[in-house]
């Protein structure tokens, strides 16, 4: 069509195609659905700049169509998402690309490579198996109030590690969290909200699975506990565990480590297990014995911690274990703090309270009082610290004030 430069041409009833082009010999007719003129700056052999072409795309990755009246675009592969496994409890409409994290696990389990689930606010109720390297994480999520809740159970006898991360694991009448076999596993957990609230929370039997859970939180209801670890290895760090049950969590074999938590939890060793505390506040909201062992582990260890149990004993040592004190406070109303028929190993420990210990077999620095009551130990005068100069004890007023625990951890203890 011949005009100005730059003008554009219109007719309501032109036909376009090759058949009825006037000048064939410029081969620049419509053939096929989906074509369209396109310019270009060469002149094509009829001496016009429009060409006939389609669009295309890279790698096959669009499809282009007609189906009238308009021009269709598929795409070539599933989504185009920036993340390829996006779950939301209300469907595609909400961005995602699945509506339970079950048929997202198992879809990112086909590719054999490390991918991550990433799951929109919602409450999702379902039991998962977990795979090697594919992570679950929660969108815009708190360990104290996490916007995803799994409510089921997760089991992990994969070989390898996983991590979840702001996501709530909640009980639906059975553990929420299982590890059996011995696969070596590795599960991290990261600013999670563990509720054991209808059943039990975690039942580990597997002696080469370890879980290293950081900066979470759990709650106990009455009657549960949050974990039985028949075989295994659980690792808390900075984490708070509070608890309304005085039902206790178990460790039958290898340990149970807690470091800088606040841990309100009732615990029994049992068998070959052992509980290591460091750096922890350990004040159980009901009146519980924190930790009872019983069974033959040696290597129960609180260093550097505060014991609060109310009207209970803070520690029962069984017959046949041994606990390890050292550089803590101790308090309790109960006339024994410290009681039980086993070994207690004990160096720098303060009672804040007017309590004694009667473990069968004590070894170590002399144990003593800070306000009130009379010492553990038979020399020195009530209330006082009993230092050693290698061969003689003497007994002195305690240097810092009776509830200063800054300057008592900030020296090291007594």
Known sequence: MAGFENDVGFSKNYDFTAADNQNTSEANGL??????????????????????????????????????????????????????????????????????IASAYAAAT?????????????????????????????????????SVTILGKITATYSGAVTL??????????????????????????????LAFDANGMLINNPNFVSYIYNSFSNEYPTYHLFDVTNGQL???????SSLSSSQSTQNALQTTFNNCNSGLSILTTGSGWIRYFNCQITPLVNVTALTTSGTSPYTTIDNCIIDTGTSSAITVGAGTVVNLTNSTVKSSNANA??????????????????????????????????????VTSAGTAGNVLTSNGTNWTSAAPAVLANDYTKFFMYGGM
């Open 235 to 241: 690792e808390f760090l900075s984490c708070r565990l």
């Open 31 to 100: 053939i096929s659905d989906g074509q369209m003129w396109i310019g270009s700056t060469a002149k094509n052999i009829g001496g016009t700049h429009i060409n006939v072409g389609g669009l295309t795309s890279p790698n096959s990755t669009i499809l282009i169509g007609y189906s009238s009246p308009n021009i269709t675009l598929d795409t070539a592969f599933s989504d185009l998402h920036t993340a390829r496994y996006i779950v939301s409890a209300g469907g595609t409409a909400d961005g995602a690309n699945y509506t339970t």
């Open 110 to 146: 086909l590719t054999g490579t490390p991918q991550t689930i990433f799951v929109q606010p919602g409450i999702y109720t379902e039991n998962i198996t977990l795979s090697n390297g594919i992570n679950i994480t929660g969108f815009s999520t708190d360990g104290t109030n996490p």
């Open 165 to 194: 991360s702001g996501i709530c694991l909640k009980t639906n009448g059975d553990v929420f969290l299982t590890s059996t076999g011995s696969n070596s596993a590795t599960l991290y957990m990261i600013n999670c909200l563990m």
């Open 338 to 375: 410290i009681t039980g028929a086993g070994t207690l190993i004990y160096g720098s420990v303060i009672f804040t309270g007017s309590s004694t210990v009667n473990v069968t077999t004590q070894t170590g620095l002399p144990l003593s009082t800070k306000q009130g009551g009379t010492n």
